[in-house]
């Protein structure tokens, strides 16, 4: 390829992986009710904090009308909810422009399938990063957290699940399970084949309650204890919030000196992850976090006061 046709190359892959993954996203949030939020942001920096009103607790008092004693006051506090940044980017791909001479094909083709590409991982990337991020900080919570490990799922244990949230459990938006989740509960007679959204492996359905079951495959949703066990989570609007940071960058780089000459094609950016009512534990996660110190649940540091102020709830079943 010629300099211009690099150039139409890098148009091509980056309008492509923006575009798709814009529109994707758009159908994502909207059949998720809003739970898992995929959204452009502009983060400086290694983290976004953001200061939150902490609700009084106890504020309304009975009031002895004859009375004359002292009453205790109530501070009016701020909480800190704090993101951190996510750095993410693809391998370098190989091009090298004899090959593309060779299949006599263009470069708005090729630059077209790595974008496409590029979007669909990326999404899938986002989506396992919130996953993971949740249920982190969900494992340490006893009172959003129903242990049905001792069975497969029900649609009965799935509304165990959903009472730990007691009057606020209408609050829950939608549910992400594995695919053998979803089986289960279809197998005890849960039937609708209603799909609401498909992108790459993710589908969405909806049960009875009016509440979407996500299915996914991500890694984060299963785990080995004594077998295979699953994480599903019930998730309310605003759970996790994941913000692009619109700072893409690629790069061609040409290389000489073997039997054929080379080329390779790189890109890489960065998205925030916040969870309602966690904070990132600036010290003990730190900076850039990889997939491990993002599943760790000492990282995510619950601000929130009620439980039930948090993103959710979270069941476990074989």
Same mark, same amino acid.
């Given at each position: 390829?010629?300099?211009?046709?690099?150039?139409?190359?890098?148009?091509?892959?980056?309008?492509?992986?923006?575009?798709?993954?814009?529109?994707?996203?758009?159908?994502?949030? &909207?059949?998720?009710?809003?739970?898992?939020?995929?959204?452009?942001?502009?983060?400086?920096?290694?983290?976004?904090?953001?200061?939150?009103?902490?609700?009084?607790?106890?504020?309304?008092?009975?009031?002895?009308?004859?009375?004359?004693?002292?009453?205790?006051?109530?501070?009016?506090?701020?909480?800190?909810?704090?993101?951190?940044?996510?750095?993410?980017?693809?391998? $370098?791909?190989?091009?090298?422009?004899?090959?593309?001479?060779?299949?006599?094909?263009?470069?708005?083709?090729?630059?077209?399938?790595?974008?496409?590409?590029?979007?669909?991982?990326?999404?899938?990337?986002?989506?396992?990063?919130?996953?993971?991020?949740?249920?982190?900080?969900?494992?340490?919570?006893? &009172?959003?957290?129903?242990?049905?490990?001792?069975?497969?799922?029900?649609?009965?244990?799935?509304?165990?699940?959903?009472?730990?949230?007691?009057?606020?459990?209408?609050?829950?938006?939608?549910?992400?399970?594995?695919?053998?989740?979803?089986?289960?509960?279809?197998?005890? /007679?849960?039937?609708?084949?209603?799909?609401?959204?498909?992108?790459?492996?993710?589908?969405?359905?909806?049960?009875?309650?009016?509440?979407?079951?996500?299915?996914?495959?991500? $890694?984060?949703?299963?785990?080995?204890?004594?077998?295979?066990?699953?994480?599903?989570?019930?998730?309310? $609007?605003?759970?996790?919030?994941?913000?692009?940071?619109?700072?893409?960058?690629?790069?061609?780089?040409?290389?000489?000196? /073997?039997?054929?000459?080379?080329?390779?094609?790189?890109?890489?950016?960065?998205?925030?992850?916040?969870?309602?009512?966690?904070?990132?534990?600036?010290?003990?996660?730190?900076?850039?976090?990889?997939?491990?110190?993002?599943?760790?649940?000492?990282?995510?540091?619950?601000?929130?006061?009620?439980?039930?102020?948090?993103?959710?709830?979270?069941?476990?079943?074989?």
């Amino acid at each position: 390829m010629a300099l211009s046709d690099l150039q139409v190359f890098s148009e091509y892959a980056y309008s492509t992986f923006t575009e798709m993954l814009t529109y994707n996203i758009g159908l994502f949030n &909207a059949a998720t009710r809003g739970a898992v939020v995929l959204q452009g942001g502009a983060h400086q920096g290694d983290y976004s904090d953001t200061a939150i009103w902490a609700k009084i607790s106890g504020l309304v008092r009975r009031r002895d009308a004859y009375g004359s004693g002292a009453v205790s006051e109530k501070v009016l506090t701020q909480l800190l909810d704090t993101s951190v940044k996510v750095a993410a980017g693809i391998a $370098p791909v190989r091009l090298d422009p004899s090959m593309m001479k060779w299949i006599q094909r263009s470069p708005e083709e090729a630059g077209a399938v790595v974008g496409k590409q590029m979007a669909m991982d990326s999404m899938a990337d986002m989506l396992g990063t919130a996953l993971t991020s949740s249920i982190a900080a969900l494992t340490a919570q006893a &009172a959003n957290l129903h242990d049905g490990t001792a069975a497969i799922a029900s649609l009965g244990v799935l509304n165990t699940a959903r009472a730990k949230l007691g009057d606020r459990a209408e609050g829950i938006a939608c549910w992400i399970m594995h695919s053998k989740v979803v089986f289960d509960i279809y197998g005890a /007679a849960l039937t609708n084949a209603n799909v609401l959204f498909s992108f790459g492996n993710l589908r969405v359905t909806h049960d009875g309650f009016g509440n979407p079951f996500v299915v996914s495959d991500a $890694p984060a949703l299963s785990y080995v204890s004594s077998g295979t066990k699953y994480h599903t989570l019930g998730l309310v $609007p605003g759970a996790v919030v994941v913000d692009q940071n619109n700072d893409f960058v690629d790069n061609i780089q040409t290389i000489n000196g /073997a039997e054929n000459i080379k080329r390779t094609y790189q890109a890489e950016w960065s998205y925030n992850v916040g969870v309602k009512g966690f904070q990132w534990d600036k010290t003990n996660g730190g900076k850039s976090p990889n997939d491990a110190a993002l599943a760790t649940s000492t990282n995510w540091d619950k601000y929130a006061t009620s439980f039930k102020d948090l993103c959710g709830v979270m069941l476990n079943s074989q």
